[in-house]
């Protein structure tokens, strides 16, 4: 399936420091269609109807979510864009954010309208600093334009920790206090930020509102397989000729972004998805990009034949380790002892037992970890144990 | 306050609406384990010893904070659940010092109780051990965090029956530590002589000055349920 460019579509045409560039693509089209003419109700169905799942790497629909907040009870409600962007491996939020603020701005005006919502926010990755002026000053223009009369809109930095992209730890952040996860339920949409109703979305999820309020749901509808309507963008990383950022229909292959767009040669492992993603072998190449295989948050990152299967997943649990915010025991003890095990087979030094103490730790972490971080995290361990286990067989320390 | 039905074990029983699913276990005689949970405070979800299987759920869900809702159907005991509680049992002791032995307060410890309920053995994981310096400056309570659990029922003692919060969480992940001010040792200064958190402590990390050996005067040391 071809590259498609409904998120990117402005990127690299317009000039992100000038709102009459963006005005010149239909902007704010979309925004002006719905407030004149569509009720809350009707613009939420719309997106239900699209099928847009969540981008930022859990895929939850996009139309439920707003319709959960907007029946919520709530005197204040809030509209969060995640722009985080912690994932190892994923810069697409910044590609977009660095050429088309404007598409976002008007898709969270979109959302504050459908949902309720009189304040939104950009919580924005620490390391993307570089980016506050000119996200600042599109706001400003578009305030000054008269698109921000019904939502204001305000930038949060982040701190530089992975776990604050997770949604209940970013509002414990915007909140003020230490980036921790929050048991659920309660739900985002029922009690988020300050206990009230609020939306969260990933930057990319965002991007697509404007295009779907304008050409309607019926035409987002028909693009890409079943259950993965539209695009996704993906971030393709490590051992390619051309990395970079790519938007490719839902349900292409890897085949075709790794090897024909990113001209990979002697690839041996793909990580799609980044640190909590999955791990698979190049024999698998074939596996369709969707949420009913494999997605996430769309970081593609590429090793090949040069590269040791049991040094990357000994790096990416001691990021994960590292990362861990240290509320829930299964996660802040699972990742360190993971770490210890997999370092040791890293030096062959791996004992016959570990093997299935990586599995039963992998279940309970799976099983029992308060978020999303110890939930996935023993994803490369299970996958590399599956694909890639005489690897682990031969550092077996011998006597 | 609506009544709701759900089935625990296979038997079906009645709740009211916004009970936690620990709370209607407990209330039918049910005996889940808890470690960071007291009734007392509000739960956190921390410790993860209180899981429990709910048809439908991808993952186990915490007992002590998922209310209960219309037609759940749970297990609280199911192979499932008793080998993840003894994985997160086992990882809390290979991280603690060990020295139960040594222990003054090995006989009311409740992770001992519980890691004996379960019947986990000597860890597996060779995860390096937390040592910090024992924290004997203040006339009123020593801190061994060497055995701590950071199930954060002295925070929250603190804060919320107290109301003096002088205990925060410092650094992340397998370095995350109770600590005060800017990790100090505790002292006169901050703290008065109230004893809260001590009679929340599960461990032997907090305990008072002069009553230092009271609970071990007379008994045998025994592991029990
Ligand atoms: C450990 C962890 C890190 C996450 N980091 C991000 C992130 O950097 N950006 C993001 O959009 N979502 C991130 N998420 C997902 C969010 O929790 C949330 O699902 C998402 O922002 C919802 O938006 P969406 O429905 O539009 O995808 C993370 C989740 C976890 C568990
Ligand atoms: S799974 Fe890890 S990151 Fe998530 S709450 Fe538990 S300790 Fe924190
Ligand atoms: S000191 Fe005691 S009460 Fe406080 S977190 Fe540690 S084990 Fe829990
Ligand atoms: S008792 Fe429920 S998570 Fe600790």
Redesign the pocket.
Known sequence: MPEKWIVLRNCGVIDPKRITTYLDRDGFKALKKALAEMPPEQIIEEIKVSGL??????????GL?WELARKAQGDEKYV?C??????VG?FK?RYILERDPFTLIEAMAIAGYAIGAKRGYIYL?AEYHHLLDLLGKAISQAREKGFLDHFEIAIHEGAGS?????????MESIEGKRGE?RYRPPFPPSRGLWGKPTI???????MNIPQVILNGAHWFNQIGTERSKGTKVFSVSGDVKKPGVYELVLGSQLRELVMDLALAEKVKIIQVGGA?GRIIPYDMIDTPLSFETILG?GAITVFDESRDIIDIVHRTIEF?AE?CCGKCAPCREGTEVMAEILERFSCGEGVERDIGVLEELSNAMMLSSL???G??APNPVVDSLQYFRSAYESRIRKN | MGEITVTINGSQLSGSEGMTILEAAQENGIDIPTLCHRPELTPIGACRICVVEVEGSRTLVGSCHTPITQGMVIYTHSPKVLETRKVIVELLLASHCGSCFMCDKANVCELRRIAADLEVGLPRFRVRKRYYPIEDVSPYIVRDLTKCILCRRCVRACNEIKKARVFGIAYRGFDSKVVVDFDQPIDKDVCQDCDVCISFCPTGALSRVKKLGEEKKGKALVISS
């Open positions: 799942r969540g981008r930022g790497g859990a895929g939850f629909p996009c979510k969060i995640n722009a985080d962007e912690g994932e994923t939020d990755r992975y776990i604050c992209g997770e949604e209940s730890a970013l996860v969260i979305n990933n930057v990319e999820t965002l909590t948050a994960l990362e978020c999303g971080l939930q996935a």
